[in-house]
């Protein structure tokens, strides 16, 4: 690796004069550019930090790496470090892959900055800054109006490629370009900076990377200007989100990236959950993103125009969503999680007559296991898509509700698998690990509340697609809820483009005394987030379709037999997402709409689940 030796003087981007042009004897030879996504990041690992990223195919593989000491004050701020020299390194290509397909890489932990030195400091004389394009500066509110700055230290990651008049040179010189010198290869990177900076932060701030440890000692930090113990401090707070279909060729929104208002239809609840994480006190506590299903449409045409090529139904696709408003979350949201549903296969995808699993099954499987989010090792593969994970405090189930479906048919309705065994075993041994925590399993059909039709005949779940179609499923998935008395557990979900919740009791219809099991009812609730963007009405259920409140029996676990009562459907209709976040025992809830977006933590709209 060689290292360039660059005097810097801390000053913030956003307000940097004019860039020192090249003299008009010499010639920029370089750019430099942002990934195309953003980079996600996992805990070292021994002493190398997990990355994952992607860049941009139209410019090929870059030249060099470069990584430049930053420190990020929240909103669009940004400032060079003081002291600290930017690095650069021959860029080796990896042995698999094109560019612009997933960016598997680390960087030793001895490359980042240190954390920066924060000190906490209640102020309750809030001043309202402003930034580029008017956004509030970056400051969190807490309940007594006291303010926290939100300050990380971490690596800008850039490529150095030539510029066009640079490739044309070497042309001239039969393909042998004269070899950089330090100082000229130096001049040449204080240029090309220069040069990108004068674009605004959101053309390049995807590319920054905290230092290790830099989002926990964030939150820490907002936690004692509130002054909160760590007993009393909030939980988890995260985002539930799905189905987004496609912008179109008129679907343009130029400026949504600064203001969110400017967003069409098909981006603009994208662009508002970018807001929300980035410029609201809510937001910023917010350290987790799911993405429960149908993160593209692989069929967006429904069959019409939808490309016969494996890479253009599902690697751009993903590779397009994470290039959009996506790349924009802060690195506040320290963790992205995509769970696979219908549209990432085909419409209701289940396998056919004689289990026949369609051309487009194992491509777009595969696919989904190489565009996860996560840039750390995984438990799974591609024939495993459901995993767990522990998060703030929390614990995850991600379900695969799609994938391993059986073929349904008349003959087998009741008993047909909406998942293996070994999920549900994996299931059972997650819901005993994370006895004691707030607990989350999210997969992307909705489990409660059923359809009206499967509710009043059912055989008629066979023309459902949410795990009512799987009434087996359904009831090992309730009777083991109710075995593991996992009260408080939330099921989140996302396929019906419609939000809205229901509570649930599971109890043994022969009752039983306490401290026996089937003594307690066991109290459950599931939240349903809409869809980012979903223009088409007959793709949104109406509300009437769902049978709640209602109650139900079925045959549990140990032989005996168990009621389910589901109360009425809380609806929430409309594109956008869902926010939750467990405080004070309780789980929050609240939904952005267009028009209603979710704002401060004090929203008196927040909804209590208990």
Same mark, same amino acid.
């Given at each position: 690796?060689?290292?360039?030796?660059?005097?810097?003087?801390?000053?913030?981007?956003?307000?940097?004069?004019?860039?020192?042009?090249?003299?008009?004897?010499?010639?920029?030879?370089?750019?430099?550019?942002?990934?195309? @996504?953003?980079?996600?990041?996992?805990?070292?690992?021994?002493?190398?930090?997990?990355?994952?990223?992607?860049?941009?195919?139209?410019?090929?593989?870059? @030249?060099?790496?470069?990584?430049?000491?930053?420190?990020?004050?929240?909103?669009?701020?940004?400032?060079? $470090?003081?002291?600290?020299?930017?690095?650069?390194?021959?860029?080796?290509?990896?042995?698999?892959?094109?560019?612009?397909?997933?960016?598997?890489?680390? $960087?030793?932990?001895?490359?980042?900055?240190?954390?920066?030195?924060?000190?906490?400091?209640?102020?309750?004389?809030?001043?309202?800054?402003?930034?580029?394009?008017?956004?509030?500066?970056?400051?969190?509110?807490?309940?007594?109006?006291?303010?926290?700055?939100?300050?990380?230290?971490?690596?800008?990651?850039?490529?150095?490629?030539?510029?066009?008049?640079?490739?044309?040179?070497?042309?001239?010189?039969?393909?042998?370009? @004269?070899?950089?010198?330090?100082?000229?290869?130096?001049?040449?990177? +204080?240029?090309?900076?220069?040069?990108?900076?004068?674009?605004?932060?959101?053309?390049?701030?995807?590319?920054?990377?905290?230092?290790?440890?830099?989002?926990?000692?964030?939150?820490?930090?907002?936690?004692?200007?509130?002054?909160?113990?760590?007993g009393e401090s909030d939980g988890v707070c995260f985002v539930v989100a799905a189905c987004q279909y496609p912008p179109g060729i008129l679907d343009v929104s130029p400026g949504c990236e600064l203001d969110p208002t400017q967003a069409g239809p098909a981006l603009a609840a994208l662009a508002r959950l970018h807001r929300f994480a980035r410029s609201t006190a809510l937001g910023r506590r917010c350290s987790l993103v799911l993405f429960a299903g149908d993160q593209i449409y692989a069929d967006?045409?429904?069959?019409?125009?939808?490309?016969? #090529?494996?890479?253009?139904?599902?690697?751009?696709?993903?590779?397009?969503?994470?290039?959009?408003? +996506?790349?924009?979350?802060?690195?506040?949201?320290?963790?992205?999680?995509?769970?696979?549903?219908?549209?990432?296969?085909?419409?209701?995808?289940?396998?056919?007559?004689?289990?026949?699993?369609?051309?487009?099954?194992?491509?777009?499987?595969?696919?989904?296991?190489?565009?996860?989010?996560?840039?750390?090792?995984?438990?799974?593969?591609?024939?495993?898509?459901?995993?767990?994970?522990?998060? &703030?405090?929390?614990?995850?189930?991600?379900?695969?509700?799609?994938?391993?479906?059986?073929? &349904?048919?008349?003959?087998?309705?009741?008993?047909?698998?909406?998942?293996?065994?070994?999920?549900?075993?994996?299931?059972?041994?997650?819901?005993?690990?994370?006895?004691?925590?707030?607990?989350?399993?999210?997969?992307?059909?909705?489990?409660?509340?059923?359809?009206?039709?499967?509710?009043? @005949?059912? +055989?008629?779940?066979?023309?459902?697609?949410?795990?009512?179609?799987?009434?087996? #499923?359904?009831?090992?998935?309730?009777?083991?809820?109710?075995?593991?008395?996992?009260?408080?557990?939330?099921? $989140? #979900?996302?396929?019906?483009?419609?939000?809205?919740?229901? #509570?649930?009791?599971?109890?043994?219809?022969?009752?039983?005394?306490?401290?026996?099991?089937?003594?307690?009812?066991?109290?459950?609730?599931?939240?349903?987030?809409?869809?980012?963007?979903?223009?088409?009405?007959?793709?949104?259920t109406a509300k009437e379709e769902f049978a709640a409140p209602e109650a139900f029996e079925f045959d549990g676990p140990d032989g005996r037999r168990l009621r389910c009562v589901v109360s009425a459907w809380d609806d929430h209709p409309g594109d956008g997402f869902a926010v939750l976040r467990v405080r004070a025992g309780a789980v929050e809830l609240w939904f952005d709409r267009a028009g209603d977006p979710v704002g401060d933590g004090a929203d008196p709209h927040a909804t209590l689940l208990?």
């Amino acid at each position: 690796m060689t290292t360039i030796t660059a005097p810097m003087v801390a000053t913030t981007l956003r307000a940097l004069a004019s860039p020192m042009p090249p003299p008009a004897d010499q010639e920029l030879l370089l750019c430099a550019e942002a990934p195309r @996504h953003r980079v996600e990041h996992a805990p070292p690992q021994g002493d190398r930090v997990p990355l994952l990223s992607a860049l941009r195919p139209e410019l090929g593989w870059p @030249h060099w790496l470069l990584r430049v000491p930053m420190r990020w004050l929240g909103e669009s701020r940004y400032e060079r $470090l003081q002291g600290l020299d930017w690095q650069v390194e021959p860029f080796v290509p990896p042995s698999v892959g094109q560019p612009g397909e997933p960016w598997r890489f680390s $960087l030793d932990v001895a490359q980042f900055p240190p954390r920066a030195a924060r000190v906490p400091r209640v102020d309750t004389s809030v001043e309202s800054a402003t930034d580029v394009g008017g956004v509030a500066s970056g400051e969190v509110e807490n309940d007594a109006g006291g303010e926290v700055d939100i300050e990380m230290n971490g690596l800008l990651l850039l490529g150095l490629y030539l510029e066009p008049r640079a490739v044309v040179m070497e042309g001239e010189r039969h393909g042998v370009m @004269h070899e950089l010198s330090a100082a000229e290869l130096n001049q040449q990177v +204080a240029w090309a900076l220069d040069e990108l900076f004068e674009l605004p932060p959101h053309r390049w701030a995807h590319g920054f990377v905290p230092s290790p440890g830099e989002v926990d000692a964030q939150a820490a930090a907002i936690s004692e200007v509130k002054g909160e113990s760590a007993g009393e401090s909030d939980g988890v707070c995260f985002v539930v989100a799905a189905c987004q279909y496609p912008p179109g060729i008129l679907d343009v929104s130029p400026g949504c990236e600064l203001d969110p208002t400017q967003a069409g239809p098909a981006l603009a609840a994208l662009a508002r959950l970018h807001r929300f994480a980035r410029s609201t006190a809510l937001g910023r506590r917010c350290s987790l993103v799911l993405f429960a299903g149908d993160q593209i449409y692989a069929d967006a045409s429904g069959g019409l125009a939808d490309s016969r #090529s494996g890479v253009e139904r599902y690697a751009r696709s993903y590779n397009e969503f994470k290039a959009g408003p +996506a790349r924009l979350l802060p690195q506040t949201v320290a963790r992205v999680v995509h769970g696979i549903d219908d549209h990432e296969i085909v419409d209701n995808w289940e396998p056919g007559a004689s289990d026949d699993l369609g051309p487009w099954f194992s491509v777009a499987r595969q696919a989904a296991w190489d565009h996860r989010w996560e840039a750390g090792a995984r438990a799974g593969g591609p024939e495993a898509l459901w995993h767990d994970f522990e998060w &703030r405090g929390a614990s995850f189930f991600i379900a695969d509700a799609r994938c391993e479906r059986e073929a &349904r048919r008349v003959a087998n309705w009741s008993t047909a698998r909406m998942w293996t065994a070994v999920q549900r075993d994996a299931f059972v041994a997650w819901l005993a690990r994370s006895a004691g925590r707030p607990r989350f399993m999210m997969s992307g059909s909705l489990p409660l509340p059923r359809r009206r039709a499967t509710a009043e @005949h059912p +055989a008629s779940s066979l023309r459902s697609d949410a795990w009512d179609g799987y009434p087996h #499923s359904l009831h090992e998935l309730l009777g083991e809820v109710w075995r593991a008395r996992a009260s408080g557990l939330v099921f $989140l #979900s996302g396929d019906e483009h419609r939000s809205g919740w229901v #509570s649930a009791q599971i109890s043994a219809v022969d009752g039983g005394s306490d401290g026996e099991a089937g003594g307690d009812p066991v109290r459950i609730h599931s939240v349903h987030s809409s869809a980012l963007y979903a223009p088409w009405p007959f793709a949104i259920t109406a509300k009437e379709e769902f049978a709640a409140p209602e109650a139900f029996e079925f045959d549990g676990p140990d032989g005996r037999r168990l009621r389910c009562v589901v109360s009425a459907w809380d609806d929430h209709p409309g594109d956008g997402f869902a926010v939750l976040r467990v405080r004070a025992g309780a789980v929050e809830l609240w939904f952005d709409r267009a028009g209603d977006p979710v704002g401060d933590g004090a929203d008196p709209h927040a909804t209590l689940l208990r």
